[in-house]
């Protein structure tokens, strides 16, 4: 696969945003769903990030011991990081962490249900989200397992600021230390 432009992932990224942010929008005007709340405080800021540290944590873990999800990943970050700007690593953390958790956490997952099958779906469809080539599955397995990570944070919490703090949290932190590993 050729080499895409910084302009090309960042608008990559915002029509991805727009399009997970519309596919919710539309599904609210198709079905009642119940939506989780979105509170602040500071308990809620603690929780979100404590568990977005954790999942970077395990994804150091995975990438040391799992050789196909580290070279899934490096090939991943490789395609999408490369091109972008220090600051650009911003928009890495937050049009993801906020429009994937809006669709996924925010309306599949009270829709399907507040149970383990909505956990369980709306993690795979998150997994598959993550999909960019048969070569990619280890990516897809962490996509999936860290999707039942976030789904659970919002279940238990009854927040969606939580999953949203906890996702931004990981792609901001991943996406800052891969940069300073392979701009070095």
């Not at 080499?3 to 539309?26: E, K």
């Not at 009642?32 to 979100?48: K, Q």
């Not at 600051?87 to 429009?99: A, E, K, N």
């Amino acid at each position: 696969m050729e080499p895409l432009s910084r302009v090309q992932i960042l608008v990559a990224m915002g029509v991805t945003a727009l399009v997970l942010l519309l596919v919710a929008r539309f599904w609210l005007l198709f079905d009642s769903v119940v939506l989780l709340s979105v509170e602040f405080d500071v308990e809620i800021l603690l929780l979100g990030l404590s568990i977005g540290l954790g999942i970077t944590g395990a994804s150091a873990i995975a990438y040391q011991i799992w050789p196909g999800y580290r070279h899934s990943a490096d090939m991943y970050l490789k395609l999408v990081l490369q091109p972008l700007h220090w600051g650009d690593l911003i928009w890495m953390g937050l049009l993801p962490g906020l429009s994937e958790e809006l669709l996924f956490r925010g309306v599949m997952l009270p829709a399907i249900g507040l149970n383990i099958y909505g956990v369980i779906f709306s993690s795979l469809c998150f997994g598959v989200l993550h999909l960019s080539g048969l070569q990619q599955w280890p990516y897809v397995v962490w996509a999936t397992a860290i999707g039942c990570v976030l789904a659970m944070s919002a279940l238990l919490s009854g927040n969606l600021l939580v999953p949203i703090l906890a996702h931004t949290t990981t792609n901001l932190i991943a996406s800052l230390f891969w940069k300073a590993k392979y701009n070095s």
